[in-house]
């Protein structure tokens, strides 16, 4: 459905400069996710921590022409002689974009996001639909995903791309309502009171969903009755509102908030309830659920036996029920449902190959998010490699298969893709349209039996496929299976935890993220290079190798080294790491080699000892230092820092207080020395959180960045997660003991497991003999015995588990704090000591 520029213009109420004829199809909001410029109207949105304007210059290179903005991010804008010059300020560099004013449209309003959100509800309007609004502290995403599941094959479904939940993310949903839609499904999140108002208006949803309500995002809310009511506005116009009655809290915001909406709340104890749930038997490995509608008893299965998805079957029961799906229908589609792969996961596969398998669900918008994911994941660990996609047939869509696949070439084209693979007839028949290297098969079989898969090497390779076609074997047979113990990463809560962090900081702080130690363990490259995507201002790390390594994967940001050797200078002037400077020693011999290279003004950041007696300048070599520093221009001083000895604790805070002291007088005498801005910085995690007063220019994050709040223990998101597999599991006697030296003395007669973790890949060994636990299907299995060196054995007695079974060391059930409280130590070693040969895989939801 295409919109005229003019259309868009008077519907947002812009002001507009520029008369370029153009019709718009795409709307763009994060510059990295661009694929058709000529159709795409790029609104330049002003979040906590960017500006969207910064990208125009680069926007209009790669051939956007269309742009929504606010007027207060130009320096300037003039028409002269049919000629467009604006001109941007930011972080201290100057971009312009000059321009034939009919080439180009600039929208000029007041709020840019607003302008988005009025362009989502004009949309929204032409529709008379029914449309599902999904609502709820968890499981909105699998309650969408499942309603698609269980609809979609007698109707053409829009919904939400992954979890596009949020103020930016529904009206980018709500775009994708087209003509041939017969149902839409959309996500709702909101994080603080007033939010739910915008998304109601965009959505305009007739059926509401409210999955259940619980902590995530509290801390902007008084209650959770406040929030409850929040969400319950999304329904203030709705057909019917589906809930869960047994939960006394929705069950009483729902009378409160007089929605005028008939209901389908459900329940299991209330038989007067519209839907009485009369049974709910969990068997093995599926759930029994016997329910009463309008008089009428039925019964389905899922193939589910935990709570949170017995729940949201029910949700999805009720929705089915009100479209008015025969019984036997539902309880033939149930009992087939898929979990929800919510992740693109990086594996390694054979032959050198990088494997993105995208099992989620296979339309364009999906393909779109994943090709962007490879093409960003191929610039960190594949550079130089080749890309590659494997792609099914994509179905359902209800657009004709002509269309559907002119616009997949285009996206495949546009985002620098080498080569495809296209599996199933449809595709087959597009292969035309492919301006690649490119094999199309008819069947997943015909592929796997090919030479084509048989010779894929050293590429990057993303696998999407829909469900029909079985992508699962491709990808497991293209997996490398080495070692099952596994760290796995969680990218984009690595990321929730930066932003909690920004908001604790005055808009103009700066931010040096530490990815020393491998990043706290989680691994470097693909850390930095999530952190340069978000714009962090430094990385540090520890050693110079530690940066060449970065740099060599292709991070650019800027890079600090901590612990500078006397013998890789050169190192860092070739890679542009910038050192620390500690004292006088390191000072002489640092500017001795940088004019042996003749090089002038190297960065570097000097180190202040308030207290920590570590290393450092003390104030009183400060005068020293200012002299040495001004008879020399080999180098720079970029920043001066120092760092906390005990931030984290009230105890110390007296202390804390004449660090800051020191350093304020200290840094402050440095600075007054030098005409340019030298950045100045104390803070880390606990600092930025207890001392907000003593941000000064920047501050330091570490490991609230990995999910631990150093000030109570407590996990904020939780980001690493060490897991591994069962191997074995055997019956041993009573009187038997259990691994070496018989220390795992058995009181009674159990179910022993082994586990391929031990002491080699960082499993510490005081954790074994029933010191510690692991988690194996939600349950405690305690360690039996001393640890070994690559296996160690674990009780399941009390537990129902099988071989290949997945043991949680910890994770988010097993807090990473319950290991280093046992261990008497902190949570920075257990994770700095994970071995290397522990296969760490990157997932993003
Ligand atoms: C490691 C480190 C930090 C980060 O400390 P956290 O407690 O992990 O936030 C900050 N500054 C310096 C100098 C460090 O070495």
């Known amino acids: 459905m295409l919109y005229t520029i003019e259309t868009i213009t008077e519907c947002i109420g812009a002001r507009r400069v520029g008369t370029h004829e153009a019709t718009i199809d795409w709307l763009l909001t994060d510059s990295r996710s661009l694929s058709f410029p000529e159709e795409t109207l790029f609104f330049a949105l002003t979040t906590k921590r960017n500006k969207g304007a910064r990208y125009i210059p680069e926007l209009y290179e790669r051939g956007v022409r269309n742009f929504v903005v606010t007027q207060e991010e130009f320096n300037e804008l003039t028409v002269d002689n049919g000629q467009l010059t604006i001109a941007m ?10 321009c034939q004013l009919s080439t180009v449209n600039f929208l000029i309003v007041g709020n840019p996001l607003k302008a988005l959100q009025k362009l989502a509800e004009l949309h929204r309007e032409r529709f008379q639909i029914p449309v599902i609004g999904i609502t709820g502290s968890n499981g909105k995403t699998i309650v969408k995903e499942w309603l698609h599941q ?45 939010e739910m108002r915008a998304l109601q208006n965009m959505i305009k949803p007739t059926i509401g969903i409210l999955t259940n309500i619980g902590g995530a995002h509290q801390e902007n809310f008084f209650s959770l009755q406040e929030k409850c009511m929040e969400k319950l506005s999304l329904f203030k116009n709705c057909d019917v509102v589906i809930y869960n009655a047994d939960n006394e809290l929705i069950s009483n915001c729902v009378s409160k908030s007089m929605l005028t909406a008939r209901e389908i709340a459900w329940s299991c104890r209330d038989a007067e309830r519209p839907l009485y749930i009369s049974r709910v038997v969990k068997k093995e490995d599926h759930t029994v659920i016997s329910y009463r509608y309008l008089e009428m008893d039925n019964t389905f299965c899922i193939p589910f036996i935990d709570d949170a998805s017995i729940e949201n079957s029910l949700n999805c029961l009720a929705a089915c029920l009100y479209l008015m799906m025969p019984a036997d229908q539902i309880t033939e589609r149930m009992v087939r449902l898929e979990p929800v792969a919510m992740r693109l996961e990086v594996k390694e596969g054979k032959h050198g190959c990088v494997l993105i398998n995208d099992s989620y669900n296979s339309d364009l918008a999906s ?71 490119k094999y199309f098969f008819h069947t997943t079989e015909e592929l796997m039996e090919s030479d084509v898969f048989q010779n894929l090497h050293d590429e990057v390779i993303l696998i999407k496929g829909s469900r029909a076609f079985n992508f699962d074997l491709v990808s497991d047979r293209l997996e490398l299976k080495v070692h099952e113990t596994i760290l796995e990463v969680n990218l984009g809560a690595m990321v929730a935890n930066l932003n909690h962090y920004r908001s604790m900081l005055q808009p103009a702080t700066k931010m040096v993220c530490m990815v020393k130690a491998s990043a706290y363990g989680a691994g470097s490259y693909e850390i930095a290079k999530t952190l340069q995507e978000h714009q962090v201002d430094y990385l540090a790390v520890a050693v110079a190798d530690e940066g060449a390594e970065l740099r060599k994967a292709g991070i650019t940001s800027s890079i600090m080294i901590m612990d ?50 570590r290393l450092g300048f003390s104030e009183e070599e400060v005068p020293v230092l ?42 402050k005498e440095l600075q007054a020395a030098f005409p ?67 220390k795992g003395h058995l009181t009674r007669a159990s179910r022993i497991a082994a586990i391929p973790i031990g002491y080699a890949d960082g499993l510490n060994r005081h954790l074994g003999c029933g010191h510690a636990y692991c988690m194996v299907n939600g349950k405690k299995a305690p360690y039996v015995g001393n640890i070994c060196m690559d296996v160690c054995m674990i009780d399941v007695t009390d537990i129902d588990c099988q071989e290949g079974d997945a ?33 760490r895989v990157y997932y993003q939801e």
């Open 150 to 194: 269980l609809l979609s094959l007698d109707r053409v479904i829009v919904r939400s791309p992954r979890s596009y939940n949020s103020q930016i993310g529904v009206p980018l949903s709500v775009w994708q309502m087209n003509e041939e839609a017969e149902l839409a499904i959309f996500e709702a999140g909101i994080s603080e009171m007033g």
């Open 626 to 667: 200012i002299r040495r520093l001004k008879n020399q221009n080999a180098l720079i001083p970029r920043s001066v820092f120092s760092h906390f000895v005990g931030s984290d604790s009230p105890q110390f805070d007296v202390f804390t207080r004449g660090q800051i002291e020191i350093f304020e007088r200290a840094s």
């Open 676 to 742: 340019h801005k030298i950045l100045r910085h104390i803070c880390n995690t606990a600092g930025i959180e207890r001392f907000p007063d003593a941000q000064f220019d920047m501050v330091r994050l570490g490991i609230g960045l990995y999910g631990v709040s150093p000030i109570d223990n407590s996990i904020i998101n939780n980001v690493s997660t060490l897991k591994t597999t069962i191997l074995q599991i055997r019956d041993v006697p009573a009187e038997d003991t259990v691994g070496y030296s018989r």
């Open 89 to 98: 300020q930011h972080a201290g560099s100057a971009a312009t974009v000059n």
């Open 807 to 839: 043991a949680i060391i910890f994770g988010d059930e097993l807090p990473i704090t319950v290991l280093s409280d046992t261990l008497d130590t902190i949570p920075y070693e257990i994770l700095t000591s994970i071995s290397t040969r522990v296969k």
């Open 367 to 437: 393909l779109d998010i994943a090709l962007d994911f490879l093409v960003r994941r191929s610039e960190v660990k594949g550079k130089g490699m080749k890309r590659t996609l494997i792609l099914s047939d994509i179905l359902e869509t209800g657009q004709s298969t002509t269309t559907l696949y002119r616009k997949v070439a285009q996206l495949v084209q546009s985002r620098g893709i080498d080569k495809i693979i296209g599996v199933g007839p449809e595709i087959f028949s597009s292969a035309a349209r492919f301006e690649i290297e």
């Open 564 to 613: 500078p050797e006397l013998t890789a200078f050169k190192t860092m002037f070739d890679y542009k790491l910038e050192p620390e400077v500690y004292n006088f020693h390191l000072l002489d011999a640092l500017v001795k080699a940088a004019e042996k290279e003749g090089i002038t003004n190297f960065p570097v950041h000097i180190k202040l000892d308030t207290g920590m007696h």
